[in-house]
């Protein structure tokens, strides 16, 4: 008995000395948080630190990244990942993507750097640049370390790989702090948009994030449910040729879901394996699509440019009655198209534009946000 109060002693002192070293130990990452959608990454809290957990998309069962994140320095975290304190007073982002959830959540004045500041819409940033308080670090792919370091942003929000690129390398030699956003490999919309809580963490503000998601979520819904009992489903076809492939949504993308929440039929729907795109020649989409009631998504500005791109675009049903849409209602002369910005936080607002092209009724008083039509 001796001896067993002997050794329980012996534990507690090797425990009170592992903590007032400073260091905590991994293991234990707290009470998870709920995520309804995203596959990507998980939140947890513990006592003294919240817990960020990245998942590599390409490699199932084990993790990209982690983070601790502390607002206080003194705080011990454990080490099998990056400490960060929080809220963050200044940040980097490399994608156009990450904008939107910034700008939800107030944050946009964190912002120090982008990249490629030609093909952002968010016009305060754009601003931002203009006046020399943001940073262009040039191509995301290959960033300029020697500005970034001088810059000197408390983190980088980058968009992650599924290669060590020598870009990345760079990145990490600089001893900044990399933030890794993935809502880019998310397989659903809501799964993209949820990464509004991986970001709103890092600024402390969950409960935020999480009221904002909840939103998007309860408009989707209600979106959505608007078209579930309706017996007339138009056809659609999206995109258009570019140097001879004419890329189609699979059946499993999130494309392919927004139609179908829509309220349209989709000539790939039935396919249950195809998450990416469907490569196809403008023949064979000619052959599958001539009869669609509906075109979207594709890059001209009036129907005559469609035209002369293209004579084989004139046999489509859809471009015969004027039922051609495209996605550069709310884009600038740079390039800079908020569809592949604020859209990425706000799907609820991609599946109305679409209602109100394929059903005008369900939506009378609302007017399309990404989406134009050809004259």
Known sequence: MHKYFAFLLLICLLTACRHSSGKASSGDDGAAVEIQYAKGFGIAHATDYTTITVYN??????????????????????????????????????????????????????????????????????????????????????????????????????????????????????GLTILYNIEWQEKSLLGRAEWIKF????????????????????????????????????????GQDYRGTWSLPGGRSYSAQL??????????????????????????????????DFWVGVQASTLDELGRTDSKYKLFKAFKEGNVYNINKRSNASGGNDYWESGVARPDLLLNDLIKILHPELLPEYELTYMEKLQ
């Open 57 to 174: 998309p390409w490699k199932p069962g084990e993790i990209y990244d982690k983070y601790y994140l502390v607002k206080e320095e003194q705080t011990a975290a454990p080490e099998d990942g990056r400490k960060v304190m929080i809220p963050l007073k200044s940040l980097m982002s490399n994608s156009a993507t990450h904008l939107s959830f910034l700008e939800m959540l107030g944050e946009l004045d964190k912002v120090t750097g982008v990249c490629n500041a030609g093909y952002i819409y968010n016009p305060t940033i754009l601003q931002g640049v203009k006046e020399g308080r943001i940073k262009d670090l040039g191509d995301a792919f290959n960033l300029d370390i020697e500005n970034l370091l001088m810059l000197r942003p408390q983190a980088v929000m980058t968009s992650a790989y599924n290669a060590e690129d020598e870009n990345s390398k760079r990145m990490k030699q600089t």
């Open 199 to 238: 970001v709103g963490a890092f600024f402390d503000k969950e409960a935020l994030a999480d009221s904002l998601f909840n939103r998007v979520v309860e408009q989707y819904n209600a979106a959505k449910a608007q078209t579930a009992t309706l017996s007339n489903l138009p056809t659609v076809v999206s």
């Open 259 to 292: 139609y179908k929440d829509a309220g349209a039929t989709y000539y790939y729907a039935n396919d249950t394996t195809t998450s990416g795109s469907i490569p196809s020649t403008i023949e064979e989409v000619l052959m599958n699509f001539n009869g669609a």
